[in-house]
């Protein structure tokens, strides 16, 4: 098992990577530098190999398959996940590590929101959204992360090994957040500096999609996490549709003249009562589920943490 593992995922990154891996280990010379290429085509593996990374190879597309077999392969008492385009500073890794080392952070969050990411960053409508997510997360989740989709963050070995990788690209970041605070895990923030990408280097993210894929990360997420919340926001927004068809269509109608006049908009507002009691015992039902399932994973960090007391025995 390495001490400190840096994980950098990294797709056509050949104008930065060495620059990436030089810097960590100079900071970080006891960690291991952990490559792994995402089908480059501009020898960013062999570049980064020369600046003495191991270098790996995932060959499904997209960020979130990259962070999945990562995890699955590297075994560290602390890892250190960044980017390969060289916007965060190594300089921030040490304090990071001493957060999973020392104070036994489940994940340590690299802030840039809080420094200069809103002044460096020059991609249309990134600040916005960053914002945005922000304050969803925070709202939905009842807590204070500063930085939803920072891709610099230290975690320890019980949250690797714990977390379910489902997202298949940039949404993952979130995805992290989201499972870290809804498992009560201890999380901490790095107020870290953030540069943009230097001329010459290209981002893959896609402002629209990616940030379609986020939003729909949430939702989604929102659903499985909180279900008690979400149906009943759902419920809720269906008994108010009712009513506002309801009462004008049929119910002052049938006080004015005893009888119903629109039959067809009596049954459909039926039915969407229906749904919307539907919706609410789901949540409820859904909810109890969740909680057998938080006592479980309770059970299993258990297993992990013995394995971690037997490893460092051996």
């Not at 501009?42 to 960020?63: C, F, L, M, P, S």
């Not at 250190?80 to 916007?87: F, H, L, P, S």
């Not at 939003?215 to 989604?220: A, C, E, P, S, Y």
Request: net charge negative; charged share 25%.
């Amino acid at each position: 098992m390495d001490e400190i593992a840096v994980l950098i995922p990294c797709y056509n990154e050949s104008q930065t990577i060495g620059k990436v891996v030089k810097d960590f280990r100079r900071v970080l010379p006891e960690a291991v530098i952990y490559v792994y290429d995402n089908c480059s085509t501009d020898h960013t593996d062999e570049i980064a190999r020369n600046a003495g990374a191991v270098v790996r190879y995932e060959n499904k597309q997209g960020k979130g398959n990259v962070i999945r077999r990562m995890f699955r392969e590297i075994d560290a008492k602390c890892y250190i996940m960044v980017d390969g385009d060289d916007t965060y500073p190594a300089e921030n890794a040490r304090e990071m590590a001493d957060l999973v080392l020392k104070k036994q952070r489940d994940m340590v969050v690299g802030d840039r929101l809080s420094s200069t990411y809103f002044t460096e960053n020059k991609r249309r409508f990134h600040n916005t959204g960053n914002r945005m997510v922000r304050s969803w997360i925070n709202l939905l989740f009842q807590n204070d992360i500063r930085d939803v989709m920072t891709g610099y963050r230290a975690f320890s070995y019980l949250f690797v090994k714990s977390f379910p990788v489902l997202s298949q690209g940039f949404e993952i970041e979130t995805e992290m957040t989201i499972h870290a605070v809804d498992k009560n895990m201890d999380i901490d923030n790095v107020i870290i500096g953030y540069r943009d990408r230097p001329e010459g280097s290209t981002s893959k993210l896609n402002t629209i999609s990616d940030g379609i894929a986020v939003l729909r990360t949430i939702v989604k997420l929102w659903k499985n996490y909180r279900p008690m919340h979400f149906f009943t926001v759902l419920a809720v927004l269906l008994i108010l549709i009712d009513a506002a068809v309801f009462v004008p269509a049929v119910l002052v109608p049938f006080f004015a003249t005893g009888m119903v006049a629109k039959f067809p908009t009596l049954i459909v507002c039926g039915f969407m009562m229906m749904a919307a009691l539907m919706a609410f015992f789901n949540g409820m039902v859904l909810d109890e589920i969740i909680k057998i399932e938080k006592r479980e994973f309770e059970f299993r960090l258990q297993v992990l943490e013995q394995g971690i007391c037997e490893m460092e025995e051996n």
